[in-house]
């Protein structure tokens, strides 16, 4: 039974690069979910996807921000011309919902945590 | 909209004494309410969940919670601690598209 995977676990880049991170979710699931969590917070909702369709985009997501799901399993979330602001861990979960839909539970990967210098 | 408060940032308690971790919530619609468990440099694992059902709600680890509507709680207990509790706890309040707004959170602390 794999879970949600997440890759790679810790980068450290330096301010004006471009990061990607890349999540795979529990295979059955249709829902994609990604978080942003700074020290001492809880998780930030990003934005979720059903399937291929990217649905909700928190205003947190600026500009540089851009995630896509394209065949409707694996996630990636790229940054660019990152900022010290960025720092954080980023958090990705998946749920399965059907047609009498789900009891929103999400699974969460170990987290991809991004330092930027 | 949904929110969720953890009151206090902090708790430290004693092996084998009782935990205690307060949540609360304001949510439009009847809730799907979740603790959720983080050790260091990990991902969130589910403890437990309330989705209309009982209002007890028994989780992993000896943990369950309580849903009290007319108080907007969803409070977290443990009868006994044990060192190994020492995380942090999130609360969080669940919607129609399985969104999850998270509090910020209460870090455990069990004393030996």
């Known amino acids: 039974d794999t879970g949600v995977s997440q890759d790679p676990r810790h980068k450290i880049t330096k301010r004006g690069q471009n990061v990607t991170f890349r999540c795979d979710p529990i295979s059955e699931h249709n829902r994609l979910y990604w978080y942003r969590q700074t020290l001492g917070q809880g998780p930030e909702f990003l934005t979720y996807?059903?399937?291929?369709?990217?649905?909700?985009k928190s205003r947190l997501l600026s500009d540089r921000f851009s995630a896509e799901r394209p065949k409707g399993s694996f996630s990636t979330l790229e940054i660019q011309r990152t900022e010290q602001g960025d720092s954080a861990m980023y958090l990705c979960?998946?749920?399965?919902?059907?047609?009498?839909?789900?009891?929103?539970?999400?699974?969460f990967g170990e987290g991809s945590r991004l330092t930027v210098l | 909209a949904q929110s969720v408060t953890q009151l206090g940032s902090h708790v430290s308690v004693s092996e084998g004494a009782l935990v205690l971790l307060r949540c609360n919530y304001s949510?439009?619609?009847?809730?799907?309410l979740f603790w959720y468990v983080q050790y260091p440099n990990q991902g969130l694992q589910l403890l437990l969940k309330?989705?209309?059902?009982?209002?007890l709600v028994k989780g992993i680890n000896g943990f369950e919670a309580e849903f009290k509507k007319s108080e907007t709680s969803f409070h977290l207990t443990k009868p006994s601690a044990h060192m190994s509790d020492a995380a942090e706890y999130f609360c969080?309040?669940?919607?129609?598209?399985?969104?999850?707004?998270f509090g910020k959170g209460i870090t455990l602390s069990v004393r030996p």
């Open positions: 969080a309040v669940g919607g129609a598209n399985s969104k999850l707004t």
């Open positions: 949510s439009s619609v009847p809730p799907y």
């Open positions: 996807f059903q399937n291929e369709a990217q649905l909700e």
């Open positions: 309330y989705t209309s059902a009982a209002t």
């Open positions: 979960a998946s749920s399965f919902s059907g047609l009498a839909g789900g009891t929103g539970e999400l699974f």
